[in-house]
């Protein structure tokens, strides 16, 4: 057992750090805050990472990639969050990517993932619906086959990115005579196509999502992923289970609410010295630790070959729960400065606080919800009968 | 990064778990709870015999010469069966403290003693006013000038297994300076010594834990362990170590916990199905398994540290909070998904129950802990905030 780096690791390790501390700007992580989404600075940082074949280093290098193990692709994205120039997941690279490896035909594979690997192109999801949420297979937009092609009808919501992203991962029902999760498949809209109109919606932390109406698009057949009515299993198949929640976003607020506290008084006192606050401190390095080894844990099963089928989803749900833990106390140490917005006179640690509060909302919500977490947890890591 | 067990590692720890399930059942914890010496002495020599009390004594002093990381494996086991036996108090807080501090002298007497099982030891740390810690020790340790011996007077409480030891280790005062730091010694005292007694504390988990009394208890010089003055660093190093042996212990048990409160789940039937269908108790033990192996990974990571002779003391803190915590609350929850029947004292829950009381305030609570990681945030300097 070895929890240490090894030398390449190590070596890897101090290169990301090198790169971000001089990559890292503050355009950069503006852009990369809750808001209407990536602007040019974070383009341009994309293209510098793909350039190094970091954007998507575990893809095999005959895409483009550096083949490199997911321990190393975990010390990548918990620094990347760390130092705030990534906050949110990339779709291409972290869920398209590998799908596409193991359920793609290869026309798409060479299509697609050197594309991917220098990061030029990012998808959004199209999964949710009105009316179908964390119950994924109550999901009706229409795909009817037309001669090779499919034609699309049908409204999604919630799905983020969709104004600013090159493609579509779109789940549409194909049988609707079939039983609801065998009658889907999934496909790759170019986001240009015409007929898809978008309405944005503004959600709790700032982020814009959309609502997106399809009407009459017209999808190749050639862009359907992996097998016809087959979409739902390709989508929760192992391979969505990759993903190690990066533990670097919370790790950096703790580090600043723990400088906060040793160099701010409240009330004439010292806020490090305070016994609660001390507690709540320790309590949250503790899990602030956890959610690491939590990370690197799953980052190594990937790479011994195996997968976190409820060890990925103990990393969702512990990181974003963690995030709304942090802000509690955060709030406890601000007060009612933690109220403030960031451009507020009074406003401390520019508003990150009620700013975090909010995007731990969002993110216990978004990808899954803390609930549908835990039903997969019982499911695949306790063996809990459904009936 | 390689957080597997290694080969030996795994036929350690299957060797134990069959070991244990075979010579260790619930029924023995029991017993072991009405006993008067509280241990099996005869599961204490098959231990022996399978070389685990000389598993982390090197090789010279008759044992095997395995590292903390090994021998946490073998306490998770352990603490599976509740294993009631004074393991962690003869081979952690004795023998491992003797290795580290002790003279070639004491390591050549003590050591192959503990490794072959011959020898108790136990470690007389907390007293009367004090939780657990190092701070205001009062059992003070006197020089007679004519011969050199020493007298230790002053009382201990929680001192485990003390009725059967052989020697204890006895952290006593022996400055003035008003620092711990300073005025602490540490003295290898023999238990058959006629001014020291010992009487039963009746704990929530029919443990045996004692008061301790040293009433003028003469010992030789050549049994003070570390230099005069010199035992803070040699016990403050020893308590680390035994802080992540008992969160092992605590891993194995909230392991157990979870697995029977599971195993139960899907078996009891209530509204025409297994309870454990339901999305309520569903959650309850997700919960519980994200806790439980955290404490794992918490627990090896700082076992893995330990081992490394790297800083550590904001790892070890962090495991034994979490550990505390994650036990307590697989055991609130294993009540009430056992409902009735978890509360028949004939049923093996309550065992654990019970002894996750006595496990949490064991080497510290999880305020101790919380207060000893927020020590270290508050020293910490600029740029070295993260922990890696």
Redesign the interface.
Known sequence: ??????AE?EAFYREVQDFLKNEVTEELIKETEPGPGPGPHSRAFDRKMGARGWYCITLPKEYGGLGASY?KRFIMDDELT?HRASAVMKVAARIVAPTLLHHGTEEQKQYYLPRIARGEIEFALGYTEPQAGSDLGALRIRATEDGGDYIINGQKVFNTGTHHADYIWLLARTDPSAPRHRGISLFIVDAKTPGINLRPLWVIDGERTNEVFYDDVRVPGKNMVGEKNRGFYVVVSALAFERAYASGGV?RIF?EL??Y??NNTRNGVLI?DD?VV??E???M??E???A???G??IA?LCD?GITPE??AP?SK??VTELMQRIARVGFHILGPYALLEEDSKWAQLRGKISQLYRHGIRRTISGGTS?I???T???R??????? | ??????EQ?EMLKKSARDFLKKECPASLVRQMQEDEKGYSLELWHKMADLGWMGLVIPQEYGGVGADL?DLVILLEEMGQVLAPVPFLQTVVSGGMTILAGGSEEQKKYFLPKIASGELIMSLALTEPGISYGLVNIATRATKDEAGGEWTIDGTKLFVPYAHVADYFLCVARTGDSGEAQQDLSLFLVDGKNPGISCSLLQTIASDKQFEVTFDSVRVQPGNMLGGLNGGWGIISQSLERSVISQCAMMVGSAQRVLEMT?DY??ERIQFD??I??F?V???K???M??EV??AQ??T??AA??LS?GLTTT??V??AK??ANQTFQHACAEAQQIHGGYGIDMEYDLPLYTRQAEVAAQSFGDA?F???????Q??A?SGDS????
Request: aromatic share 12%; charged share 25%; hydrophobic share 45%.
């Open positions: 057992m070895d929890f240490g780096f090894t690791e321990v760390y790790r580090d723990v400088e506290a040793r490090a016994p001390r507690q401190l320790g309590q390095a503790v602030v630790r956890l690491q080894l939590i690197y844990r190594w011994q409820w060890q103990v749900l512990f609930e977490q835990r039903n947890i019982a499911a890591g306790l063996g809990l009968p459904r009936k | 990064m390689d957080l597997a067990l290694n590692q990381i599971t789940a899907k199905r297994p454990g269908s999305q108790i569903q959650h033990l997700a919960d398994l994200v192996n955290g990974y918490l090896y990571e893995w540290r490394q904001e790892e803190s962090a909070a979490w305020y802990h919380r207060e000893v990681i927020a020590r945030l508050c910490r905030l993260s922990w890696r």
